[in-house]
C-alpha cells in the first residue's frame, strides 16, 4: 500500500494570524471608546447609548480574545498531545464571542421591556454627539477586519461584533434625534430593543459557523460529492472509500481518504493526482491519503 500526506507551512494556511496586528489596532480603539460611551450613558440616562456601552465590551472581549486566539494557535506544542496543534483556539475565541453576543442581546432586550410604561429623563444631545463619535470608530474598524472576515471565522467573529455595534451607533444616533424633536422618550427603549435582537440575529448565524466547524462539517461550500467523484476518476482508480473532509480552523482544510487501484506500478501516479486534485481544485492542502491495491486489499471501509 502506498501512503502520503502533504503539511503547508503555518504562515500559508493560518488565515487568521495575517490579521493580528490590525485586531491589536482595533482592539485599542474599541477599548478606549467603550469608558467614553459608557460615562455619558450614564450620565444622560440612555438605555440606548448604556447598551451600545455593553455592546462595546463586548467588543473588547471578542476582539481580546480573537487577538488572544491569534497568538495561542501560532504556538507549538510542547506536549507531544497536540497533533493538530492549537489552531482551534481561533474558533473556541468565535464561539467566546457568540456567547458575549447572546448575553448582550438578552440584556438589552430585559431591560428594555423593564422600561415599557416607565421612561426615565433621557438627555438627548449626548446620544447624538456620543453616537456619532462611536460610529467613526465603528466605520474604522470595520474597515480594517472587512477583509480578514472573509477568510477566518475568527476575525469573523471579532467583525460581527463590530459590525453589530456600528447598527447600534445608528440606532442611539436616530434615537437622539427622535427624541429632540418629538419628545417622546419611548424612542430610547425601542432602538435598545431593536439593537438586542439585531445582536442575537448575527450571534446565531456565527454560531452555526462555529458549530459546524467543531463539528466537523464538510467546509461550507465544498461539493463533497464531486470530490469523490473526481478522485474516482483517477486513470486505475477502482474504488474510494472513507473520504472525510473538514475545517481545522479558517484557511485549513483537512482530507483522508482510501483509494484502491488496479495495478501496483499506478499507485505512486495515482497518489500524486490525487494530491494534486486536492491541492489544486478545492484548497486542501493538507490530505492524507491510502492507496491499496485491489487484489491485496487490506483496509476495509468503515461505518463512521
Known amino acids: 500500500m502506498g501512503a502520503g500526506h502533504s503539511h503547508p507551512p503555518a504562515p500559508a494556511g493560518h488565515a487568521g494570524g495575517r490579521y493580528r496586528r490590525k485586531l491589536a489596532i482595533a482592539f485599542a ?5 467603550f469608558f467614553v460611551e ?36 501560532t504556538r507549538k506544542d510542547t506536549t507531544g498531545r497536540r497533533t493538530f496543534g492549537s489552531y482551534r483556539a481561533e474558533v473556541f475565541a468565535s464561539g467566546l464571542t457568540v456567547l458575549i453576543m447572546l448575553g448582550v442581546s438578552v440584556y438589552v432586550v430585559i431591560e428594555a421591556i423593564s422600561r415599557i ?14 453616537g456619532g463619535l462611536g460610529l467613526l470608530v465603528n466605520l474604522i474598524v470595520m474597515l480594517m477586519l ?5 477568510e477566518s471565522l475568527n476575525v469573523k467573529g471579532a467583525y460581527f461584533e463590530v459590525v453589530a455595534d456600528t447598527a447600534g451607533s445608528v440606532g442611539v444616533i436616530a434615537a437622539g434625534i427622535l427624541i429632540a424633536s418629538t419628545g417622546q422618550l419611548w424612542w430610547d427603549t425601542v432602538v435598545a430593543l431593536a439593537i438586542g435582537v439585531f445582536v442575537a440575529v448575527r450571534a446565531v448565524v456565527l454560531g452555526r459557523q462555529v458549530l459546524a466547524v467543531l463539528g466537523q462539517h464538510v ?10 467523484e473526481r478522485l474516482g476518476a483517477i486513470p486505475g482508480v477502482t474504488d474510494v472509500h472513507d473520504l472525510h473532509v473538514w475545517v481545522l480552523t479558517s484557511g485549513m482544510n483537512v482530507a483522508t ?18 494530491r494534486a486534485i486536492l491541492k489544486d481544485d478545492y484548497q486542501i492542502e493538507h490530505a492524507t491519503l491510502q492507496v491499496e491495491q485491489a487484489a491485496a486489499r487490506e483496509c476495509h471501509e468503515v461505518d463512521w
Open 257 to 274: 481518504a482510501h483509494l484502491v487501484g488496479d495495478n501496483t506500478d499506478d499507485l505512486p501516479r495515482i497518489l500524486e493526482s490525487a
Open 117 to 130: 410604561g416607565n421612561d426615565p429623563e433621557v438627555s438627548s444631545t449626548p446620544m447624538i454627539v456620543v
Open 38 to 73: 459608557l460615562v455619558y450613558g450614564l450620565l444622560s440616562g440612555s438605555l440606548a447609548l448604556i447598551s451600545d456601552a455593553g455592546h462595546m465590551a463586548a467588543d473588547v472581549v471578542a476582539l481580546g480574545a480573537a487577538l488572544a486566539a491569534t497568538k495561542i494557535a
Open 219 to 228: 467546509p461550507e461550500g465544498l461539493p463533497i460529492d464531486e470530490v469523490a
Open 146 to 150: 472587512r477583509s480578514g472576515a472573509a
Open 29 to 33: 480603539l474599541i477599548f478606549t471608546f
